[in-house]
DNA sequence: CTCACTACGTA
DNA sequence: CGTACGTAGTGAGT
């Protein structure tokens, strides 16, 4: 250990890990030569060698419960009572793994009557006190009351590989409440996994309200009488648990023991005490990592790994045949040493030849750690020596998920260059329904490759990025001819290819907001919310959940005898529109204050999503998945920005917090109007709907005054409102049921519409009709672009699935081409900017709109420059229709 | 803890 | 019995 480094404390709790380590391993897999189970104890090691890794600590200790017995269940007999029997494969394993620790020099300590969380409350409380940082590795949540500036708990979230670094900050985030307040809210909550029960009706957020609101349990205990509700009496009946529990959740931390700090140093250790004990556990890879690791007092010589071997030629050493840990399908491939340095992968051109070169990144603390560069037929390997980032930031090879890359990237400061090639891409395209669309699944799927991961007996693999690339590379190989074959290879290297490139951007842009104002609006739903249900419970005399469909359907269709409109699984639905139905018939008030609810907890739930995903910088980064869909939009989560919500007037002033941002002038949208519908009339070729669009008239009054022969000032906004639904229904497959329930009409009525809808527009009937047939022929329907999606079932006998694939598949086109346009529209706009010099940014996408902050002094241009690069993507029998907005936020500068 | 279901926001 | 999405809450299951 390096004495100039700060000593760091690492503490696990070893029946925690060792827990976790024996599900995650299948113990059939693990067994010495005496058949005893091994599964425990080597995923233990192994994981336990990875934190060390990690996190370097500079002395360590693990901590173990003697038994089921402590001074917690002399109390109460039932702690920890809900716990099942130790599985039998497990017996025997702790007993192995302190053996193992002992062989490696690692101190682990136990004691009757105690928990290991109390050894390890003691001991992390005498480190702090000693200047050292803390780090705990534990899976019991009580340990949170530990958290210090100087202790850390690492506590597992899903998986075995991930630990959450659970600070204060963290605990805040998470709970609601500071760390060393979380046992009070434990003790509210109650914990399912210690058996101990909790105040009835009294959930994580409702504790962290109360601790917030009053400081402490025992304030809230003092003030119970204040609590009003339910809650609060179920908090005065029971309020002995919360006392209870904290009482039995609290950990000991003055626990002393017959070692000393410095006992638990971390040094080398004695190869053949290790050697002997893994020995006979019959591990063989985990020798070479605890060797590697921690170094050894024994003979220097004896281990050596591969990578090793190679050191002493230079920053790049050359991988020899494929790494055991993949298939031998592989090995078939060839493969030919490359005598390279880093500066050869520089000028890549020399590497590729011919064919494609693909890089595989991986980063950790804020670093590049591991990089592969393949082609077909070589791997090549950085070794960690000297800096690769101008390598990535040179560009020119492909990659996985370009876009995803990009960002990490980013965030550690390196601007990764334009890329070639990203088979995420490519094998969407190919299949926009995949729902593997991993690296291992396609190249199994494409070319018949499995990719053995890890080794079974090894639970954290060792990383090998060229073979990562190679896969890459393979998947380039084969799919692109394929769509080349397909006719859509445009559409990858022309539309999705430069387009990942300008949502990377975007999402590292992000937007800014306002929090304040979304803090205000918060603040104002919250109390609407709480209003409306006082007032919809003392209509109906009593509390209910107005969020639980079941107990509306108890209130409504039975306590109220309502009469159920449209059926759902559960029974009758409850959904806004059966609920506007019922109000017709009944009026009754409770209605009118659950839809109220319903709006307000909606907005109230957006805006609190919104709050939580501002970023440090002020702004939100939403994420486009440019796989996501089948069509070929796009979409966006964490948090999604393409449904603020902007038809209500209440929801719509949420739109009011996104903002230029500090240094900009305003925001621009820019938004395609009716799209598809000009789509349809150019792919239709109907005469009547060409002529509407040329006609300069308003869109839905110029098709009305066909409709009813009437001049278009005579349409009424009934009529208008009519053969709006109907349009746009057309592009959705609507049937004449659905455009009557939608429209409030008798089926007749609708039917009757459709049918001179038809009459006077025949060639929107006849191109939806052949997209459909041309569909069921092919397998497949296409954009103007060639983008392709399968239609597996539009063939099936099931009536039901046939029919779904029916309206999908004559939508498809339209939406395809729509999604392709406004792609093409996003990377000749960015281009264009750039060559302008402009400093605006492009923002948002919302598939028929753009959203740009406008760089001061820039707007005329920009508007310019947006109505020409999204008017003239494509030369429909129709103009393509550009709207632009401006203003202080999108709500004011929306449409 | 995960999953299906219901509900609801957008284009 | 209208296409395409993402998110959140409930309640029943593991």
């Given at each position: 250990m390096s004495s100039g480094e700060k000593p760091t404390l690492l503490l696990i709790d070893g029946h925690s890990l060792a827990f976790r380590a024996f599900y995650a391993l299948s113990p059939d897999n693990f067994k010495n030569s005496a058949g005893q189970h091994t599964n425990a104890v080597h995923g233990f090691i192994s994981m336990m060698l990875n934190i060390l890794e990690l996190e370097k600590p500079t002395h360590?200790?693990?901590?173990?419960?003697?038994?089921?017995?402590?001074?917690?269940?002399?109390?109460?007999?039932?702690?920890?009572?809900?716990?099942?029997?130790?599985p039998e494969e497990f017996i025997g394993q702790t007993e192995l793994l302190v053996e193992a620790l002992t062989a490696?020099?690692?101190?682990?300590?136990?004691?009757?009557?105690?928990?290991?969380?109390?050894?390890?409350?003691?001991?992390?409380?005498?480190?702090?006190?000693?200047?050292?940082?803390?780090?705990?590795?534990?899976?019991?949540?009580?340990?949170?009351?530990?958290?210090?500036?100087?202790?850390?708990?690492?506590?597992?979230?899903?998986?075995?590989?991930?630990?959450?670094?659970?600070?204060?900050?963290?605990?805040?985030?998470?709970?609601?409440?500071?760390?060393?307040?979380?046992?009070?809210?434990?003790?509210?909550?109650?914990?399912?996994?210690d058996n101990l029960k909790g105040i009835p009706g009294v959930g994580p957020k409702t504790a962290a309200k109360w601790i917030q609101e009053f400081g402490s349990l025992e304030a809230i205990l003092q003030n119970a009488e204040q609590i009003p509700g339910k809650v609060g009496n179920s908090l005065r009946e029971n309020a002995e648990l919360a006392v209870r529990n904290r009482r039995l959740n609290h950990l000991l931390r003055d626990l002393e023991f017959d070692f000393t700090l410095e006992d638990l140093e971390l040094g080398p250790v004695n190869e053949d005490a290790v050697s002997e004990s893994f020995a006979k556990l019959s591990f063989r890879t985990l020798l070479t990592r605890v060797l590697k690791l921690r170094g050894t007092n024994g003979s220097q010589?004896?281990?050596?790994?591969?990578?090793?071997?190679?050191?002493?030629?230079?920053?790049?050493?050359?991988?020899?045949?494929?790494?055991?840990?993949?298939?031998?399908?592989?090995?078939?491939?060839?493969?030919?040493?490359?005598?390279?340095?880093?500066?050869?992968?520089?000028?890549?051109?020399?590497?590729?030849?011919?064919?494609?070169?693909?890089?595989?990144?991986?980063?950790?603390?804020?670093?590049?750690?591991?990089?592969?560069?393949?082609?077909?037929?070589?791997?090549?390997?950085?070794?960690?020596?000297?800096?690769?980032?101008?390598?990535?930031?040179?560009?020119?090879?492909?990659?996985?998920?370009?876009?995803?890359?990009?960002?990490?990237?980013?965030?550690?400061?390196?601007?990764?260059?334009?890329?070639?090639?990203?088979?995420?891409?490519?094998?969407?395209?190919?299949?926009?329904?995949?729902?593997?669309?991993?690296?291992?699944?396609?190249?199994?799927?494409?070319?018949?490759?499995?990719?053995?991961?890890?080794?079974?007996?090894?639970?954290?693999?060792?990383?090998?990025?060229?073979?990562?690339?190679?896969?890459?590379?393979?998947?380039?190989?084969v799919t692109c001819p394929q769509l080349e074959a397909e006719g859509s290879l445009a559409v990858y290297r022309d539309i999705e290819l430069p387009a990942s490139a300008v949502l990377a951007k975007m999402e590292q842009l992000g937007i800014a907001v306002d929090r304040d104002y979304l803090e205000t609006q918060f603040q104002e739903l919250d109390a609407e919310v709480a209003k409306v249900a006082q007032e919809a419970y003392a209509i109906i005399g009593h509390e209910v959940n107005l969020a639980s469909p079941k107990q509306l359907q108890t209130v409504l269709f039975e306590e109220l005898g309502m009469v159920g409109t449209r059926s759902v699984k559960t029974g009758f639905s409850t959904n806004a529109e059966a609920l506007a139905t019922l109000y017709e018939q009944t009026e009754h008030p409770f209605l009118e204050r659950l839809l109220a609810h319903r709006d307000a907890t909606k907005l109230r739930q957006m805006?609190?999503?919104?709050?939580?995903?501002?970023?440090?910088?002020?702004?939100?980064?939403?994420?486009?998945?440019?796989?996501?869909?089948?069509?070929?939009?796009?979409?966006?989560?964490?948090?999604?920005?393409?449904?603020?919500?902007?038809?209500?007037?209440?929801?719509?002033?949420?739109?009011?917090?996104?903002?230029?941002?500090?240094?900009?002038?305003?925001l621009l949208t820019a938004d395609y109007s009716q799209i598809e519908l000009r789509i349809m009339?150019?792919?239709?070729?109907?005469?009547?709907?060409?002529?509407?669009?040329?006609?300069?008239?308003?869109?839905h009054n110029f098709v009305g005054s066909r409709l009813y022969d009437v001049a278009p000032d005579q349409v009424t906004p009934d009529m208008r409102a009519k053969v709006k639904a109907m349009s746009y229904g057309l592009a959705y497959g609507l049937s004449d049921f659905g455009l009557a329930r939608q429209l409030r009409i008798d089926k007749r009525e609708a039917k009757q519409l459709m049918e001179d809808y038809f009459s006077r527009f025949g060639g929107i009937k006849t191109y939806l009709d052949q997209v459909v047939q041309r569909a069921k022929t092919l397998g497949y329907t296409t954009t103007i672009y060639g983008r392709r999606r399968p239609f597996p079932d539009l063939n099936s006998k099931i009536f039901q699935l046939r029919e779904n694939a029916r309206r999908a598949a004559l939508n498809a086109p339209m939406q395809g081409t729509a999604a392709d346009i406004m792609k093409i529209a996003m990377?000749?706009?960015?281009?264009?900017?750039?060559?302008?010099?402009?400093?605006?940014?492009?923002?948002?996408?919302?598939?028929?709109?753009?959203?740009?902050?406008?760089?001061p002094g820039e707007l005329e241009t920009l508007k310019q420059l947006a109505v020409t690069q999204l008017g003239q993507v494509v030369k429909l029998s129709v103009p393509l229709d550009v709207h632009i907005g401006v203003g202080a936020n999108w709500e004011l500068a929306g449409h």
């Open positions: 360590l200790c693990v901590a173990f419960d003697v038994s089921r017995e402590s001074f917690r269940t002399k109390e109460l007999p039932e702690y920890k009572g809900t716990r099942g029997e130790t490696m020099n690692i101190v682990s300590v136990s004691r009757e009557n105690y928990e290991a969380d109390d050894l390890i409350a003691s001991l992390s409380v005498a480190g702090e006190k000693a200047g050292m940082e803390v780090l705990v590795v534990s899976g019991d949540r009580d340990t949170f009351q530990l958290i210090t500036e100087k202790v850390t708990i690492l506590y597992p979230v899903k998986g075995v590989l991930n630990l959450a670094r659970m600070d204060d900050a963290a605990v805040l985030e998470k709970y609601g409440v500071h760390a060393r307040q979380y046992p009070e809210l434990a003790a509210l909550v109650g914990e399912t996994s010589h004896k281990v050596i790994s591969a990578k090793v071997m190679h050191e002493e030629s230079d920053h790049t050493s050359v991988i020899d045949a494929p790494a055991a840990a993949t298939s031998a399908v592989i090995a078939d491939l060839p493969t030919e040493p490359i005598p390279s340095e880093l500066a050869d992968l520089v000028s890549i051109e020399r590497l590729i030849g011919s064919g494609d070169c693909c890089v595989h990144v991986e980063i950790a603390d804020s670093k590049v750690v591991g990089l592969g560069a393949a082609t077909l037929s070589k791997r090549l390997q950085w070794n960690g020596e000297g800096n690769p980032d101008p390598l990535l930031e040179t560009g020119g090879f492909g990659t996985w998920d370009y876009k995803m890359l990009s960002r990490n990237l980013a965030g550690i400061g390196i601007s990764l260059g334009p890329i070639t090639n990203d088979p995420l891409l490519s094998c969407y395209l190919i299949d926009p329904l995949s729902k593997d669309l991993n690296p291992d699944a396609q190249i199994r799927q494409h070319a018949g490759i499995d990719i053995v991961r890890q080794d079974p007996n090894e639970l954290l693999s060792q990383s090998d990025p060229s073979l990562d690339a190679w896969i890459y590379s393979v998947l380039v190989a805006a609190e999503t919104l709050i939580k995903s501002i970023e440090k910088d002020g702004r939100i980064h939403t994420s486009y998945s440019q796989v996501g869909t089948s069509t070929g939009r796009l979409s966006s989560e964490n948090p999604n920005l393409q449904n603020i919500p902007i038809r209500s007037a209440r929801g719509q002033k949420l739109r009011g917090a996104f903002i230029a941002g500090a240094g900009f002038e305003t009339a150019h792919m239709s070729q109907d005469a009547g709907l060409i002529e509407a669009f040329n006609a300069g008239e308003d869109l990377v000749n706009v960015a281009k264009a900017m750039d060559q302008a010099g402009l400093r605006s940014q492009l923002l948002l996408q919302v598939h028929d709109e753009l959203v740009f902050a406008v760089y």
